[in-house]
């Protein structure tokens, strides 16, 4: 998982694409863990989702100045 937002804008679209999906599959495990008591620190919950808006941010300001190129 890229850590720093400037590691995350070195990213292209679909490497973006792809460390979103994975961040999404560990907020799953997160929440199982949690759900079934095995998770002791419950803060990287709130870690992953808040990676996952800011994903989401950098796909959309992408896809933006994509469709603003496109023009």
């Not at 490497?15 to 599959?25: M, N, P, S, Y």
């Not at 997160?30 to 998770?39: D, K, S, W, Y």
């Amino acid at each position: 998982m890229a850590t720093s937002i400037t590691e995350l804008r070195e990213l292209d679209l679909a490497g973006l694409v792809e460390e979103l999906r994975a961040t999404k599959q560990e907020s799953l495990n997160l929440r199982f863990r949690n759900a079934t008591g095995q998770l002791e620190n419950v803060a990287e919950i709130r870690k992953v989702r808040r990676h996952i808006a800011r994903l989401n941010t950098l796909i959309r300001q992408r896809e933006i100045a994509l469709a603003e190129a496109g023009k």
